[in-house]
Nanobody, 121 residues
Framework: QVQLIESGGGLVQAGGSLRLSCAASGRTLSRYAMGWFRQAPGKQREFVTAISWNGSSTRYADSVKGRFTISRDNAKNTVYLQMNSLKFEDTAVYYC??????????????WGQGTQVTVSS
């Protein structure tokens, strides 16, 4: 049973920073693409960013490019999301995801339970 456990969410002022972590247990995810999605109130879940299994490739939603950085540490089975210059519109529940074959272009194999990020204006 794979579990993805997010942490690091919270309340921050606009312009501030947060760092999310996603730790995997139950299986090593070193061969999985990992990423983050988010869901704001009343909106559909949307893609934020993804990183390849070895960290050589990353991609970002246009809305977060230049502000967010994804990274991973396969030795720790953990993926990170550094969020800088946060905006009010970044407020959402952030979900970690893992995908073995699809590179997170489709439905992930595994989801975390989510962590709330609230940006005050």
């Amino acid at each position: 049973q794979v579990q993805l456990i997010e942490s690091g969410g919270g309340l921050v002022q606009a312009g501030g920073s947060l760092r999310l972590s996603c730790a995997a247990s139950g299986r090593t995810l070193s061969r999985y693409a990992m990423g983050w999605f988010r869901q704001a109130p009343g909106k559909q879940r949307e893609f934020v960013t993804a990183i390849s299994w070895n960290g050589s490739s990353t991609r970002y939603a246009d809305s977060v490019k230049g502000r967010f950085t994804i990274s991973r540490d396969n030795a720790k089975n953990t993926v990170y999301l550094q969020m800088n210059s946060l905006k009010f519109e970044d407020t959402a529940v952030y979900y970690c995801a893992a995908d073995l074959d699809g590179g997170l272009y489709g439905s992930p194999d595994y989801w975390g339970q989510g962590t709330q990020v609230t940006v005050s204006s």
